[in-house]
């Protein structure tokens, strides 16, 4: 029997606390043109399993919207209506009035955060602690969100006297925007995209993600009551599908949009006006570490296991190839080691739990495939019981010595999988950086500044974060988070978005000009210039 599957519990429902108890949300609901709408349904299963008699099965959870693409493209055309050109009534709105409606949203909100813990904990398995900490620090985002545009609105009552000419600069929206976030941010990664949108002008309209669909089900009556009908609209069905006519209506102008670079490249090719089209992307990564003799073991130590097994390395900016030099390395894979056999796993509600069940179907298959495949080419898992896993439970593989000729050298494992390679000098980890295809982030472990200088210069032009003695991580917000290469395209942080999701446009008057734009300032009836 293996590692994993000796301490693994399948729960019955009875088993389990009972505020984590859950009932199967039976209709499948969207959101179009401010009307909630019931649609036809696809069964969406949890990847916590239980056992009936000798069989494993999944916990059914409910269904989310599949709609097909006739009805996809009302929610397009609801989100091309509501603004109108720019001339429907939330783009007309002044930055206060929007600013108010998405207040009184994030009011109310607050009352959600227990029923999308539980959904969300069920949905992706992520772990009560985490499932708490993404809906707050959404409600935080909003907040600083709504004072950073208050500043930016003072800013722009500004007059501006530039050789002789009077302008006035404000941002404006762009239009309809199309999101698309990932499923293991459910919340907190569509919110970072959706709220600046939302809050610039713009009208929305968002797919929600295979996994942890159900968990945004609650909002729809809430986004319904807040906004203009056709400001927002929800919806959910084959992305292959549904997302191609949306686009080559040509309506679009923003792609926000979290995923793999091949599914960004098709729906950017299916648009007709590619210069109309402005992408924000976070694609894939495979942030590296960088592990020097002379680091903190300990704490090296830590940063690495959590950095690449945190929510079972599900995380955008998690570790995904640790970089050992070769005078310490036998001693870090031996603390490593140890520091992996004594993680807790299990379900999300269970205390201190740091891996669970993985949400992707099929998942567990293609990490053992990964580890086969370096095993064939010299690689050998390190840790006892690594690669093990029952029912959708992974139990870590530290994987060492990891080489170019391996898929996992290259891929982004997206879960519990450690590559480990070993480097003498500078110049091997300057060949590789080199060669990567990805460049969001990286880490450094040592206490020497001759060590750290010369690799932070190589990395601030490979990467776009570098990570002193600490696991990479996307937070604070205030921060901007963006890649370089194939990782990213724009950036968002709670300015930037509010950037990346609107246009400067200004009035300019010249000598001719001056007396008509002092005016309308003075007649104040301009919902753009005025002061
Ligand atoms: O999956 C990508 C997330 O934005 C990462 O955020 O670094 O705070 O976990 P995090």
Redesign the pocket.
Known sequence: MSVIEKNLLYPSMESIPRQFQITCRNEARCLINGKIIPAPGKEVYSPIQYRESAVIKNYRLGYTPWLDPSQALDAIKAAELAYDYGWGVWPQMTIKERIHCVEEFALRMQDLQEGFICQVMWEIAKPYQSSKDEFQRTLKYMEETIIHLRELDKNAAKIHQIEGFAAQIRRSPLGPVLLMG?F??PLN?AFAMFIPALIMGNTVVMKLPSWGCLCLDPFLDLLADSFPPGVVNIINGEGSKIIPPIVERGSINVLGFIGTTAVANKIIADHPYNNRLRTILGLEAKNPAFVFPDCDLELTVQECLQGALEFNGQ???SLKHIWVHEEICERFLDALSQAVAKIKYGMPWDQDVLLTPLAEEGKCERLLHWIYQAEEHGAKTVNPGGGEYAGNLFYPSILFPVTREMDIYHVEQFGPVIPVSSFRSLDDIAVYLAECQFGQQASIFTNSAQMAAPLIDILAHQVSRVNLNAQ????PDELPFTGRKDSAEGTLSIVDALRAFSIRSLVVANEHGKELFNKILAADNCKFLHR
């Open positions: 990932p293991n941010y990664e995380r955008c900016t990479c991580r996307r937070g």
